[in-house]
């Protein structure tokens, strides 16, 4: 699938990148920054955290994003984040890059300190920005697992002036306390000629302008709300607004209207999208070897793509993580557990044994002796990484 800006051209946000401009002049000249983008589902973070990234000229680039489903997963967007940097560590103190490594799960070892983990981490990044300066992403913290909210906000608070900045996207309302503190960008609706314009690249035909100024008023000019509310309407439809929902929230709106695009597609495609969104890393081969195992073949995947709900390219890629959500929610528990059996039984065991175990636990209905004796061993490794306690067997509701 295209990148967010792809789609469509980043209409408006003069201010908000005059803003990332700055900070990667200021990031060029050897300060360090760090800003936190807020914004609802849909009012183009990301969009703008591309914008960043693209314009990053002379430096390097490093992005991680919270999974839902990954936020029980301890350290693992730092990992992610960190992982192309790997090859400074040994640039670290002793004790520093033991504690990181082991945190990683790259050596067995005594639980790190917090303290420990977060010194590494800003010695990692000051490395290899010693280099050339180090942009450092990181896309819907409200999903991070919290021992990397905890590492990456004490990083945050000190960056001074090693050319590295670190930019953060969270959703909003909800989610404030997050990173809570850090230098903030608003990132609200698109002024009403931006929000016209967007609409109309994807409207049927003609519409009435009165028509057209009350979906900009009841989108608030949330792009997203803009390009994907209107679709499937006919202007007929159209005329009637949004079906006169406006007091639901626009993101409940919007995974609504997801929703009901999933629930037309065929059974084995809405499986697919299922295992998708269960699955954290968006690894394709792994997406595949556990379709198989539930009897889904190479063609689920055409219907979802054409109804531009997901790319299968070198990963898994929704069209926005309300897709995911809708996917996800929109499931039976049997369904769901099915799905989780498929995806452990897909990981291996030897590469990835704290996902396998997390997939199992959700794909058991009670206890289970095996996943209990797994899950024990899983937890002996989070905590031996620092981290909380397990996820517990009996649930299956994605986290919240
Ligand atoms: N300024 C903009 N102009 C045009 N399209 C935009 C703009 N901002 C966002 N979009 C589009 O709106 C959709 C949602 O944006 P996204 O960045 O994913 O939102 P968020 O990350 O805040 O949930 C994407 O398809 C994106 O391309
Ligand atoms: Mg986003």
Sequence with gaps: MPSNTEISALRGRRRERDTLDRLLRDVRAGHSRVLVLRGEAGAGKSALLDYLSEHASAGRVTRAAGVEPESEIAYSALQQLCAPLLGHLDGLPEPQRLALATAFGLRPGDPPEGLLIGLAVLGL???????????????DVQWMDRMSEVILTFVARRLEEESIALVFASRSPGDEQILGSLPELRVDGLPTAEARALLDSVLPGPVDDRVRDRIVAETRGNPLALLELPRGLTPAELAFGFGGQAATPLASRMEEGFRRRITALPADTRRLLLAAAVEPL???????RALKRLGVGPDAAAPAEA?????????????????RSAAWRSAEAAELREVHRALAEATDLDHDPDRRAWHRAHAAVGPDEEVAAELERSAGRALARGAGPPPRPSSNAPPS
Excluded at 282 to 288: A, E, F, N, P, R
Excluded at 307 to 323: E, K, N, S, T, Y
Aim: glycine fraction near 8%; aromatic fraction near 6%.
């Design 125 to 139: 990044l000051a490395e290899a920005a010693a280099e050339q300066p180090l942009v450092c992403i990181v896309d």
């Design 307 to 323: 109804a531009g709900l997901v790319a299968l390219g070198a990963r898994v890629q929704f069209r926005h993580p309300l897709v």
């Design 282 to 288: 968006g690894d394709v081969t792994l997406l595949w």
